[in-house]
C-alpha cells in the first residue's frame, strides 16, 4: 500500500526554499580555534570559529562564534556575520582606492588591481576579498597575524572606503573626472 506523499511533498518544498535563500551567500570558515578552561575538574574545552559571510556583489560580515562543538560554533557565527553585513563600495571588480586598515597590532594594506591581477592576499585577508566579490586587489599585511585581528583590520578598511560618487560630490566634479586623475 502506498504512503501518504504529500506530507513528504510539503517538508520537501521547504527544505528546497531554505536552501534557495541560504545559497544566496557565501560562507567562509576562516580560522579554528580550540579553547581550555581548567577547573577543579581538569580542562573544559571549546570551539572559537571566525568566519565570514558575502553575497559576492559588495555585502560582507565577519564574526566569531564560541560553542563547545565546531558545528554549533560555526552556526553561531554564521548567524552573528548575516546580522552584522555591511555594503562595500566597489569600482568594477576591484575597490575604490587604497586604504590601511589597524586593528590591534595589526595592519592591512589594501590597494585596487587591474584587471587580470587577481586576489594578491593571505588568509583571512583572501577569505573576505572573495566572500565580497573582489576579483582584482592587492593586500599586504603588516604586524600580528592572528587571524581574528587580520579580519577586523581588513573590515575597518573596507567600512571607510568611500565610492567614486561620494568623492566626486565632495570635489565637486563628475565621477569620470575623479577616474581619470
Known amino acids: 500500500m502506498a504512503e501518504p506523499r504529500s506530507d513528504n511533498r510539503r517538508e520537501g518544498?521547504?527544505?528546497?526554499?531554505?536552501?534557495?535563500?541560504?545559497?544566496?551567500?557565501?560562507?567562509?570558515?576562516i580560522a579554528v580555534n580550540r579553547v581550555s578552561k581548567t577547573v577543579k575538574g581538569g580542562r573544559h574545552f571549546g570551539f572559537s570559529v571566525l568566519v565570514c559571510v558575502g553575497d559576492g556583489k559588495g555585502r560582507i560580515g565577519v564574526a566569531l562564534g564560541k560553542a563547545k562543538a565546531v558545528p554549533d560554533a560555526v552556526r553561531k557565527g554564521l548567524e552573528k556575520a548575516k546580522k552584522s553585513l555591511v555594503t562595500i563600495p566597489l569600482h568594477k571588480a576591484t575597490i575604490?582606492?587604497?586604504?590601511?586598515?589597524?586593528?590591534?597590532?595589526?595592519?592591512?594594506?589594501?590597494?585596487?588591481?587591474?584587471?587580470?591581477?587577481?586576489?594578491?592576499?593571505?588568509?583571512?585577508?583572501?577569505?573576505?576579498?572573495?566572500?565580497?566579490?573582489?576579483?582584482?586587489?592587492?593586500?599586504?599585511?603588516?604586524?600580528?597575524?592572528?587571524?581574528?585581528?587580520?579580519?577586523?583590520?581588513?573590515?575597518?578598511?573596507?567600512?571607510?572606503?568611500?565610492?567614486?560618487?561620494?568623492?566626486?560630490?565632495?570635489?565637486?566634479?563628475?565621477?569620470?573626472?575623479?577616474?581619470?586623475?
Open 13 to 29: 518544498r521547504r527544505r528546497d526554499n531554505r536552501e534557495q535563500v541560504e545559497s544566496e551567500f557565501t560562507e567562509k570558515i
Open 96 to 181: 575604490t582606492h587604497p586604504f590601511i586598515g589597524k586593528f590591534g597590532a595589526t595592519s592591512v594594506f589594501v590597494q585596487p588591481a587591474s584587471p587580470g591581477t587577481g586576489v594578491i592576499a593571505g588568509g583571512a585577508v583572501r577569505a573576505i576579498f572573495e566572500a565580497l566579490g573582489v576579483k582584482d586587489v592587492l593586500s599586504k599585511r603588516i604586524g600580528s597575524n592572528n587571524p581574528v585581528n587580520v579580519a577586523k583590520a581588513t573590515m575597518n578598511a573596507l567600512k571607510r572606503m568611500r565610492s567614486v560618487a561620494d568623492v566626486a560630490k565632495t570635489r565637486g566634479v563628475t565621477p569620470q573626472q575623479v577616474l581619470q586623475g
